[in-house]
Antibody
Framework: QVQLVESGGGVVQPGRSLRLSCAASKFTFNTYGMHWVRQAPGKGLEWVAVISYDGINKFYADSVKGRFTISRDNSKNTLYLQMNSLRSEDTAVYYC????????????????WGQGTLVTVSS | EIVLTQSPGTLSLSPGERATLSCRASQSVGNKHLAWYHQKPGQAPRLLIFGASTRAAGIPDRFSGSGSETDFTLTISRLEPEDFALYYCQQYGSQPLTFGGGTKVEIK
């Protein structure tokens, strides 16, 4: 069974940085695009970013563009989200999610999700 | 950006009843790239339907999806106790990917 395990969340002050990780297992990580999706407390789902299977193509939501960077290390089966210049509105549970099909492209739905990691931006 | 509007916001029904959830897009969703998820408290979302009408692996056949272009529907033919949850639609026809605001299916 596919496993996605996020880590790196915590409490951080506004303007500071944080890096999230997502350790993937039980599937061929280097053939699937991967995404970050977040959910503010009591709110709906918001897509954050995608990275193609080979790390070449990346897209971001406007709300995080220029502040967040998605990356991956296929040798370690790990997805990352570097979050800089954090704001209070970035407070959310961050999920990593696997693309529903392998290969090129960045337009996916998500067939597996991690359990999420909570990021709280507060002074 | 494609904006997805889900209705109703809350659906109050009894076990065994039929649930009909709507997801309307602000512009046409290419290739019927519309998915449905449900989410229970404290859990990650789970994929139910992709491609507007294809059930994901392990999803019972009481769940069905339909629609195209701007109007999509998720139907649960007979509600089971475990179906009371939040439901989200998501389009993946164009960037940025977007979700609807959700429909809560609650026990009446």
């Amino acid at each position: 069974q596919v496993q996605l395990v996020e880590s790196g969340g915590g409490v951080v002050q506004p303007g500071r940085s944080l890096r999230l990780s997502c350790a993937a297992s039980k599937f061929t990580f280097n053939t699937y695009g991967m995404h970050w999706v977040r959910q503010a407390p009591g709110k709906g789902l918001e897509w954050v970013a995608v990275i193609s299977y080979d790390g070449i193509n990346k897209f971001y939501a406007d709300s995080v563009k220029g502040r967040f960077t998605i990356s991956r290390d296929n040798s370690k089966n790990t997805l990352y989200l570097q979050m800089n210049s954090l704001r209070s509105e970035d407070t959310a549970v961050y999920y990593c999610a696997k693309a529903d099909y392998y290969g090129s492209g960045t337009l996916h739905c998500f067939d597996y999700w991690g359990q999420g990691t909570l990021v709280t931006v507060s002074s | 950006e494609i904006v997805l509007t889900q209705s109703p916001g809350t659906l109050s029904l009894s076990p065994g009843e039929r649930a009909t959830l709507s997801c309307r897009a602000s512009q046409s969703v290419g290739n019927k790239h519309l998915a449905w998820y449900h989410q229970k408290p404290g859990q990650a979302p789970r994929l139910l339907i992709f491609g507007a009408s294809t059930r994901a692996a392990g999803i019972p056949d009481r769940f069905s999806g339909s629609g195209s272009e701007t109007d999509f529907t998720l139907t649960i033919s007979r509600l089971e106790p475990e179906d009371f949850a939040l439901y989200y639609c998501q389009q993946y026809g164009s960037q940025p990917l977007t979700f609807g605001g959700g429909t809560k299916v609650e026990i009446k």
